[in-house]
């Protein structure tokens, strides 16, 4: 079965930093690309960044060259390095999977201060 287990998440003030990582278990999910998405109450869950088993990466634009995120294929797991936070970064940060349809970790919260 498809788990996945984000942490790192925090309180941290605007211009601080973050480093997010989810585990996925199964070592088949090493070839399937992954991602970080995120969600405030009220509003729709939105994209923040994905990767293949490749390396390629995709942003979204409010956090391109702020964020970056990796993968390590071998230990199933991915990160997100998050840099010169702001408060609209503060949001429930969730790992993601892809495979026939995508599969959600539990949320990690991130909290940015003014």
């Known amino acids: 079965q498809v788990q996945l287990v984000e942490s790192g998440g925090g309180l941290v003030q605007a211009g601080g930093s973050l480093r997010l990582s989810c585990a996925a278990s199964?070592?088949?999910?090493?070839?399937?690309?992954m991602g970080w998405y995120r969600q405030v109450p009220g509003k729709q869950r939105e994209l923040v960044a994905t990767?293949?088993?490749?390396?390629?990466?995709n942003y979204a634009d409010s956090v391109k060259g702020r964020f970056t995120i990796s993968r390590d294929n071998f230990k199933n797991t991915v990160s997100l390095q998050m840099n010169s936070l702001k408060p609209e970064d503060t949001a429930v940060y969730y790992c993601?999977?892809?495979?026939?349809?995508?599969?959600w970790g539990q949320g990690t919260q991130v909290t940015v201060s003014s």
């Open positions: 199964g070592s088949i999910f090493s070839i399937r690309p």
């Open positions: 993601a999977l892809e495979l026939s349809v995508r599969y």
């Open positions: 990767i293949t088993s490749g390396g390629y990466t």
